[in-house]
């Protein structure tokens, strides 16, 4: 029979502690999070208005507008901050459908990569 000995415990919480660790840089963006990323996402200028003289100031998206209605998340490969993140979301209650690439900051902040996923057609 196994005896459990403070020993034995702390060994075994010291190699769980990796494993612990590396699941905490691994989170995806909470809803709250992903409903701002999706605000600040919609509220960059358009090239293509701004190409073809459209207008110049741009208005900014009311994160309480965006309400997500489900969403999922694949870390890159080799990345463990960098996320592929589908997002079906309401905006003033008209169902949008989005692919973001995400990256989680040490600091805890996250933010949209600088190159977006080619939308799936």
């Not at 989005?98 to 040490?106: A, C, D, P, Q, Y």
């Given at each position: 029979m196994l005896e459990s000995s403070p020993s034995r415990l702390l060994h075994l919480a010291l190699l769980a502690l990796p494993l612990m660790l590396s699941a905490c840089s691994g989170r995806t963006p909470s809803q709250g999070e992903m409903a701002q990323l999706e605000a600040d996402l919609l509220s960059q200028p358009s090239g293509f208005n701004m190409l073809f003289g459209g207008n110049r100031r741009q208005t900014r998206v009311d994160v309480e507008a965006i309400k997500i209605v489900k969403q999922s998340c694949e870390a890159l490969k080799n990345f463990d901050s960098a996320f592929d993140c589908t997002v079906s979301f309401t905006l003033n209650d008209e169902p949008h459908e989005?692919?973001?690439?995400?990256?989680?900051?040490?600091d805890g902040k996250w933010s949209l990569a600088h190159e977006q996923p080619a939308p799936s057609l």
């Open positions: 989005n692919t973001l690439r995400v990256i989680h900051h040490e």
